[in-house]
Each structure stands twice: as structure tokens, then as C-alpha cells.
């Protein structure tokens, strides 16, 4: 991120005028008698230049523009975030041709003090134009050792035409984060500046007054404006050929499935499926607004919080940059790897990143209620799982970033750890709650006597705490990501090794059931009643999603896209399989991927 300058006057100060002659040199030159004249001479060319100068400053100009964004004040009232705002706007509208008020001048910072209200100080200094906004940032201090302030801000900006009274509306919205609170507002006064423009000029060129320069015969002011006319041009070329890009790969996607699926994320979402429950499903976010940049005269990326939401089934959601949409549970900075869902209840686990300052591991419910159990400026922690009834959580543990994963389990309450794992090696293979107290996962006890995965339980309840060791894998089979029955008696596992396919284990008495997948599976899931799996296949230019039915073992696709299709899970009443359809961004294609909720009907 660029470093943050200071705030710069919109003008240099004048300079030092030179010392005035003394009064014995006055009268040397000039009789004493006729002193006065001069000095009223002198008086009345200063009072003229003023008079001129307070005029030229007054006078209407069609491209004056006042800009008046709040941040923690105006800048004429000595905010220096609102200064380094309406600098760096007030510069990059200087760039195409308008004349932003500047506040060097001691009566420009007059007017502007003594007006009731932004649009009358701009109709005092002669602007033809007001750009306003509001901006009171929610300010979030995370409790990091050496401190870290995050500034949140979403705000309506308006452009005013004076001559009218019309205004119209757009929407800005950002964050920062520092160690330091006024750092932090410094980064989002940058972060503000470059999308209040966006926000305004399509309506700052279309307005009849600036019209009428374009569309018109001086030479001076169509010089003047070239650089605004280009600009105007290239953006909104930009972003219909943003616009476009979206709405034709969400068509295709759309085409290639033949009315199979359901799409439920919009078309440039970054979303990931957290898991199923009554009625609808979780989900992070990780959306973008793309806009065009004054500065690079480009498409550029201004990325919202991310976010865990619950969402209807089978109702395509806005982005959660649109106004309307509706609150999350939890709003952040990054969560780092997948969250999880408790089964069968209105809970998610994530691990909340803090700028990279330090990780958590966040429980979070439906209404927005939210607990760090645990906070650590070193520890990795991926893939949270909340065991049913939301007692535990389990978690993989890097003590550092190269580390080999250990797993670790928490009670939720006090934040205490109940059961480690220390493998020394890269053997752990997934886990999954049994119930609400068994913990399975998949491992290679010892690595030095053989290679064998073993399927192992440990009741985290239990004290003495004994690992089981109920199932072993054969020799040179890979066995990977356990899942579970909604009522505990099955368990499903991937294998892999010289007949891949997926293993429903029984377990009452450890036995397994393997059913072939040609070509391999991965994210298996339950349906509600046990009688079905969902999983990951591969298709013809990337993944698919299939469900094999175990009384038959038969194997039905339900997608057939391009695309990477991933994620399987059933819906609560078993009708629907949500999943992620993902593919490369359009627009940003070596820079970010879309991923798209999605659903599908299950065949009876």
C-alpha cells in the first residue's frame, strides 16, 4: 500500500515580501508635507487588487468545484484527513480541466468558515459544482500487543450543481488499518479519493453547464476539458466492457448446464459454501468493486470487508457492496482458510486474520453475536471445525508458517485446549466430529515403522484421553477427508491408491464398503438421510459434481460446466446439492478467481 504523505496546502504559500523602507528614507525623497498622498495612493491599489482578487475568487466559474467530504471534519477546519482527501481529489480533478477551490488563500478559508453549509460557501466562491459526503468511520481496535486500529467507512457522496440545486448520488466505501489511528485515516483518505471521483464524474461531464464547453466552440475551454473528455471516454468504455465481461461468462456458465443448475451468487462474486441448514446455507464473502482509477486510468479492484452470511436457499443474493443487502453475521478484514457450520445449528467457526498481525479462532452465530476463543500474534490456524452442539472446535495448528500442521481442540467457552496432536510429520490426512464429543481424523501413527493410515477417535470428554485406532487403511491406499452421517453411524472417506474410489465406513463395526470413482473424488458429503454421497469428479475441462446412491451404487453427475465445480453439500431436506462453481475473473484474470454458489436438483 502506498506510504501515506503528509497533507499538502492546494497552493504554495506566497513569498516573503521584503522588509519595508524605513520613514527617514520616505522623507528624504518625498517633502513631508505630501506623505499622504502616497500612502493613499498605496492604500487604494492594495484595496484594488483585493477588491479584484476577492472578485476573481467569487465569480462563477462552470468548472469551480468545492470539494466538502467530512472525515473527521472539513479540511477547512483543520482535518488533516479530510485535507489529504480533498487534495488528492481536488488534484486529479485539477488533471482533467476543472479549477478545484484551493484553500491557500485566507478568504477562501473565510467564506468557507462563515457559510451555514457547504453548498453556501461554495455559492460564495463562485463554484459551479459541490462534492459532499459524510464519512464517520467505525473505528475497530484489535487487541493486538503492539495495538492495530481498523477504520471502517460506507457513505452516500453527492454532486451538486449549484446553479440548479440538483443533485445526484453514488457510494463510496473502504477501510484501513494501521498501528497507528491517525496513519490509519491518513491510508483512507487515499482509499476515498480515487472512488469519490469515480462516484461523480459521469454525472460531473453529463451536466448541461460542462455540455456545453465539450459541445462547444472555444478552442480555450475544449483545450482545457481534452484531458476530462478522454478520461470520461476510457471509463465508461472500461466498465461496459467490465459489465459485459461479467454478464457473458455468467450466461455461459449458465448455458453449459442446460437449466440443471441454479446460480445463487452473483457474477463477479468470490464466494465459498460453509455448510447447510435449515432453509439455506453460509457463506464468506469476498467481494469487489471495480471502478476506474484516476490515477492509472485504468480498472482497478477496491476490495470490501469479507464476510460470513446466512442466506435463503434458492434466492440469488446482492453483492455486499449494494445497499440493500443484507447485514452479515461477521464483517473482517480476511478469514483465513474455510470456516465451518456447526451441524445442525446456526453457528460458523473462522479463523479471523488480523493484517497478518496475529490469527483468531472466532465463533460466530446467526445473529451476529461473535467470541474469539483464541488470539495468537505467531500460530497458523486453518480449517475450523465447531463439533455439534458447539461445545468444541478442532483446528490445525502451524506454530509457524513452514510448520508441520499439529491438531488441536478448544473448548469454546473458556478458550482452553483439551486435546492435542503432535505428529512430527505431514501425515495428518483430515478430521470431522463424530459427535458432540468424538473427534475423528485421519493419520500415520508412526512414521518410522510404516506408512499406513489409520482412522482414529479420541472422546475429548474422556480423561484419562485414549487415541482409538478403530480402522486401518491398506498398505500404499491414501485415505483422506472423513465426513460424517447426520446421525453418527457412517462415515465417508476418500481413497485413492491403485483402485480410487470412495469408502463408507460403518461405525458400529469399523467395516468398510468401498465404491469405485474412476478418476477420483474429493469433498465428500452425506445427504441428510445417509442413502446418498455428494463428491467432486472429474469433467471435461474441470470438475463436476456427482452423487452415488449406496443401495445401488450407481453414480449420477448433476453438473456438466467447464468450470471447477467443488464443495458438495446437501441441502437440509436432501432435494438440492449447493456447491462452488468457480472459474478465472474476466476482467482481472492473473489476479483473482470467481466463485459462485450454486445449486442443483437430486434426483428421487
Given at each position: 500500500?502506498?506510504?501515506?504523505?503528509?497533507?499538502?496546502?492546494?497552493?504554495?504559500?506566497?513569498?516573503?515580501?521584503?522588509?519595508?523602507?524605513?520613514?527617514?528614507?520616505?522623507?528624504?525623497?518625498?517633502?513631508?508635507?505630501?506623505?499622504?498622498?502616497?500612502?493613499?495612493?498605496?492604500?487604494?491599489?492594495?484595496?484594488?487588487?483585493?477588491?479584484?482578487?476577492?472578485?476573481?475568487?467569487?465569480?462563477?466559474?462552470?468548472?469551480?468545484?468545492?470539494?466538502?467530504?467530512?472525515?473527521?471534519?472539513?479540511?477547512?477546519?483543520?482535518?488533516?484527513?479530510?485535507?489529504?482527501?480533498?487534495?488528492?481529489?481536488?488534484?486529479?480533478?485539477?488533471?482533467?480541466?476543472?479549477?478545484?477551490?484551493?484553500?491557500?488563500?485566507?478568504?477562501?478559508?473565510?467564506?468557507?468558515?462563515?457559510?451555514?453549509?457547504?453548498?453556501?460557501?461554495?455559492?460564495?466562491?463562485?463554484?459551479?459544482?459541490?462534492?459532499?459526503?459524510?464519512?464517520?468511520?467505525?473505528?475497530?481496535?484489535?487487541?493486538?500487543?503492539?495495538?492495530?486500529?481498523?477504520?471502517?467507512?460506507?457513505?452516500?457522496?453527492?454532486?451538486?450543481?449549484?446553479?440548479?440545486?440538483?443533485?445526484?448520488?453514488?457510494?463510496?466505501?473502504?477501510?484501513?488499518?494501521?498501528?497507528?489511528?491517525?496513519?490509519?485515516?491518513?491510508?483512507?483518505?487515499?482509499?476515498?479519493?480515487?472512488?469519490?471521483?469515480?462516484?461523480?464524474?459521469?454525472?460531473?461531464?453529463?451536466?448541461?453547464?460542462?455540455?456545453?464547453?465539450?459541445?462547444?466552440?472555444?478552442?480555450?475551454?475544449?483545450?482545457?476539458?481534452?484531458?476530462?473528455?478522454?478520461?470520461?471516454?476510457?471509463?465508461?468504455?472500461?466498465?461496459?466492457?467490465?459489465?459485459?465481461?461479467?454478464?457473458?461468462?455468467?450466461?455461459?456458465?449458465?448455458?453449459?448446464?442446460?437449466?440443471?443448475?441454479?446460480?445463487?451468487?452473483?457474477?463477479?462474486?468470490?464466494?465459498?459454501?460453509?455448510?447447510?441448514?435449515?432453509?439455506?446455507?453460509?457463506?464468506?464473502?469476498?467481494?469487489?468493486?471495480?471502478?476506474?482509477?484516476?490515477?492509472?486510468?485504468?480498472?482497478?479492484?477496491?476490495?470490501?470487508?469479507?464476510?460470513?452470511?446466512?442466506?435463503?436457499?434458492?434466492?440469488?443474493?446482492?453483492?455486499?457492496?449494494?445497499?440493500?443487502?443484507?447485514?452479515?453475521?461477521?464483517?473482517?478484514?480476511?478469514?483465513?482458510?474455510?470456516?465451518?457450520?456447526?451441524?445442525?445449528?446456526?453457528?460458523?467457526?473462522?479463523?479471523?486474520?488480523?493484517?497478518?498481525?496475529?490469527?483468531?479462532?472466532?465463533?460466530?452465530?446467526?445473529?451476529?453475536?461473535?467470541?474469539?476463543?483464541?488470539?495468537?500474534?505467531?500460530?497458523?490456524f486453518v480449517d475450523p471445525r465447531l463439533a455439534p452442539g458447539g461445545k468444541f472446535v478442532a483446528v490445525y495448528d502451524r506454530p509457524e508458517a513452514d510448520a508441520?500442521?499439529?491438531?488441536?481442540?478448544?473448548?469454546?467457552?473458556?478458550?482452553?485446549?483439551?486435546?492435542?496432536?503432535?505428529?512430527?510429520?505431514?501425515?495428518?490426512?483430515?478430521?470431522?466430529?463424530?459427535?458432540?464429543?468424538?473427534?475423528?481424523?485421519?493419520?500415520?501413527?508412526?512414521?518410522?515403522?510404516?506408512?499406513?493410515?489409520?482412522?482414529?477417535?479420541?472422546?475429548?470428554?474422556?480423561?484419562?484421553?485414549?487415541?482409538?485406532?478403530?480402522?486401518?487403511?491398506?498398505?500404499?491406499?491414501?485415505?483422506?477427508?472423513?465426513?460424517?452421517?447426520?446421525d453418527g453411524t457412517k462415515l465417508v472417506c476418500v481413497v485413492s491408491g491403485a483402485e480410487p474410489g470412495i469408502a463408507v465406513i460403518d461405525t458400529a463395526t469399523?467395516?468398510?464398503?468401498?465404491?469405485?470413482?474412476?478418476?477420483?473424488?474429493?469433498?465428500?458429503?452425506?445427504?441428510?438421510?445417509?442413502?446418498?454421497?455428494?463428491?467432486?469428479?472429474?469433467?471435461?475441462?474441470?470438475?463436476?459434481?456427482?452423487?452415488?446412491?449406496?443401495?445401488?451404487?450407481?453414480?449420477?453427475?448433476?453438473?456438466?460446466?467447464?468450470?471447477?465445480?467443488?464443495?458438495?453439500?446437501?441441502?437440509?431436506?436432501?432435494?438440492?446439492?449447493?456447491?462452488?462453481?468457480?472459474?478465472?475473473?474476466?476482467?482481472?484474470?492473473?489476479?483473482?478467481?470467481?466463485?459462485?454458489?450454486?445449486?442443483?436438483?437430486?434426483?428421487?
Amino acid at each position: 500500500m502506498e506510504e501515506p504523505r503528509p497533507p499538502t496546502d492546494a497552493q504554495p504559500p506566497a513569498p516573503e515580501a521584503a522588509p519595508p523602507e524605513s520613514p527617514a528614507s520616505i522623507e528624504a525623497l518625498v517633502p513631508k508635507r505630501r506623505l499622504w498622498p502616497v500612502f493613499a495612493v498605496i492604500g487604494l491599489a492594495i484595496a484594488a487588487a483585493g477588491v479584484a482578487a476577492f472578485r476573481s475568487l467569487t465569480a462563477t466559474d462552470p468548472l469551480r468545484v468545492l470539494v466538502a467530504i467530512d472525515l473527521d471534519g472539513y479540511w477547512w477546519e483543520g482535518s488533516q484527513p479530510a485535507a489529504r482527501l480533498a487534495d488528492e481529489l481536488g488534484a486529479q480533478l485539477a488533471e482533467l480541466g476543472f479549477d478545484p477551490v484551493k484553500g491557500g488563500d485566507p478568504e477562501v478559508v473565510k467564506a468557507l468558515e462563515s457559510a451555514g453549509d457547504p453548498k453556501e460557501a461554495g455559492r460564495a466562491l463562485g463554484a459551479a459544482f459541490v462534492i459532499e459526503a459524510h464519512l464517520s468511520p467505525e473505528v475497530v481496535e484489535h487487541p493486538v500487543k503492539e495495538g492495530y486500529f481498523e477504520l471502517r467507512a460506507d457513505a452516500p457522496v453527492t454532486l451538486t450543481a449549484l446553479d440548479k440545486g440538483t443533485s445526484t448520488e453514488g457510494r463510496i466505501s473502504g477501510y484501513s488499518g494501521s498501528t497507528k489511528n491517525d496513519r490509519a485515516m491518513a491510508l483512507l483518505a487515499d482509499v476515498m479519493a480515487s472512488q469519490a471521483l469515480d462516484a461523480v464524474i459521469a454525472q460531473l461531464m453529463d451536466h448541461p453547464s460542462v455540455r456545453a464547453i465539450t459541445e462547444g466552440t472555444d478552442i480555450k475551454l475544449l483545450e482545457r476539458l481534452a484531458p476530462a473528455r478522454r478520461f470520461a471516454k476510457e471509463r465508461a468504455a472500461e466498465t461496459a466492457r467490465a459489465a459485459e465481461a461479467y454478464a457473458a461468462q455468467a450466461k455461459a456458465s449458465e448455458a453449459e448446464e442446460q437449466g440443471r443448475v441454479t446460480f445463487l451468487s452473483p457474477p463477479s462474486a468470490e464466494d465459498l459454501l460453509v455448510g447447510t441448514a435449515e432453509g439455506g446455507y453460509f457463506v464468506k464473502t469476498a467481494d469487489v468493486s471495480v471502478f476506474f482509477s484516476g490515477r492509472s486510468r485504468s480498472l482497478v479492484r477496491s476490495a470490501a470487508l469479507e464476510t460470513v452470511a446466512w442466506r435463503p436457499l434458492d434466492q440469488q443474493a446482492p453483492p455486499t457492496t449494494d445497499p440493500g443487502a443484507s447485514r452479515p453475521m461477521w464483517r473482517g478484514y480476511h478469514v483465513y482458510s474455510y470456516p465451518s457450520s456447526q451441524r445442525d445449528g446456526d453457528r460458523v467457526a473462522l479463523v479471523e486474520d488480523f493484517y497478518g498481525w496475529a490469527k483468531t479462532i472466532t465463533i460466530v452465530d446467526r445473529s451476529g453475536q461473535s467470541r474469539r476463543v483464541r488470539i495468537d500474534p505467531e500460530h497458523r490456524f486453518v480449517d475450523p471445525r465447531l463439533a455439534p452442539g458447539g461445545k468444541f472446535v478442532a483446528v490445525y495448528d502451524r506454530p509457524e508458517a513452514d510448520a508441520d500442521a499439529d491438531l488441536m481442540v478448544l473448548d469454546t467457552e473458556s478458550g482452553k485446549e483439551v486435546f492435542g496432536l503432535h505428529t512430527e510429520n505431514e501425515s495428518l490426512g483430515g478430521f470431522t466430529w463424530l459427535d458432540e464429543k468424538r473427534l475423528v481424523f485421519v493419520y500415520v501413527p508412526d512414521t518410522s515403522t510404516d506408512e499406513v493410515r489409520h482412522l482414529a477417535v479420541v472422546d475429548v470428554t474422556r480423561q484419562p484421553m485414549t487415541i482409538e485406532r478403530h480402522f486401518r487403511a491398506s498398505p500404499g491406499e491414501d485415505l483422506r477427508s472423513p465426513a460424517p452421517s447426520r446421525d453418527g453411524t457412517k462415515l465417508v472417506c476418500v481413497v485413492s491408491g491403485a483402485e480410487p474410489g470412495i469408502a463408507v465406513i460403518d461405525t458400529a463395526t469399523w467395516r468398510r464398503k468401498v465404491y469405485a470413482t474412476p478418476g477420483g473424488a474429493a469433498w465428500p458429503a452425506f445427504s441428510p438421510d445417509g442413502a446418498r454421497v455428494a463428491f467432486e469428479a472429474p469433467g471435461a475441462g474441470g470438475t463436476d459434481i456427482a452423487v452415488l446412491a449406496l443401495a445401488t451404487g450407481e453414480v449420477k453427475k448433476i453438473t456438466q460446466g467447464s468450470a471447477q465445480e467443488r464443495v458438495p453439500r446437501f441441502s437440509a431436506d436432501g432435494r438440492r446439492v449447493l456447491f462452488e462453481v468457480r472459474y478465472r475473473d474476466p476482467v482481472f484474470p492473473r489476479k483473482r478467481w470467481i466463485s459462485r454458489i450454486a445449486s442443483a436438483a437430486v434426483e428421487p
